[in-house]
């Protein structure tokens, strides 16, 4: 009986929660596919090397700011899923299920992979004042968007202990990237829209609801 338990609540995580789940597994296949490109093309010297992206990679599909201002727009979307090793791919992945699945909870798929893809965006386009020969890459900017959302919809809820942990879990987030040469400026703006985008989500979803109340009566 416990094994079918495990089994049947395993199922229905991947069944269930789609958005976070979808973008874990183009996180993970995409991390994968340039690990194993740089450990097939790069002289590994220590261990450093063994678990970093070669910066041959980084600057086709991360975002090389040089290579953006000069027509390579696809770069601000592609580096959103690209890391630049093992310890920001885990601690990105880690936040995503902590803040993405609560977000789940209260909206739409289209409104959840809206706010990660625009939060991502809005902290590509501000990274772009850092000068040419910046590389940024990650999904932090997104996951900060999904902690705007969750934090507007505790607030939303009135649930003050929600705010406050997950206020909490964001400093975490922050002081664990801050070793990672941490863009705090992304992580900024992807706060701000991930707060911004669902005040005019929820506020839309209010008023249809209203209507649908006032043309059943």
């Known amino acids: ?100 699945l609560r977000a789940e909870e209260n909206l739409l798929s289209w409104h959840y992979y809206l706010i990660f893809i625009v939060s991502g965006l809005m902290g590509g386009l501000l990274s772009l004042s850092f000068g040419p020969n910046v590389i940024s890459a990650g999904a932090s900017g997104g996951i900060f968007g999904l902690l705007g959302t969750d934090l507007i919809l505790a607030y939303e809820e009135n649930k003050r202990r929600s705010i406050w942990s997950h206020l909490g879990a964001g400093v975490i987030f922050l002081a664990i990237s801050g070793g990672l040469n941490v863009n705090f400026l992304a992580h900024a703006i992807g706060l701000v829209s991930g707060i911004l985008l669902p005040l005019f989500i929820l506020k839309k979803r209010k008023r249809s609801s209203f209507s649908q109340i006032k043309e059943a009566s």
């Not at 002289?43 to 290579?67: C, P, R």
């Not at 791919?89 to 993405?100: A, D, T, V």
């Open 1 to 100: 009986m416990t094994e079918y338990s495990e089994t049947s609540t395993f199922e229905s995580f991947w069944k269930t929660n789609l958005p976070t789940r979808n973008f874990f597994i183009v996180i993970l296949v995409v991390y994968l596919i340039i690990t194993i490109i740089t450990l097939a093309t790069v002289q590994i010297n220590d261990i450093v090397d063994f678990f970093s992206i070669s910066e041959n990679i980084l600057v086709v599909i991360g975002q090389y700011n040089a290579k953006v201002y000069s027509g390579h727009i696809y770069q601000l979307f592609t580096s959103i899923f690209v890391h630049f090793n093992i310890l920001h791919f885990l601690s990105n992945c880690l936040f995503l299920f902590i803040f993405g």
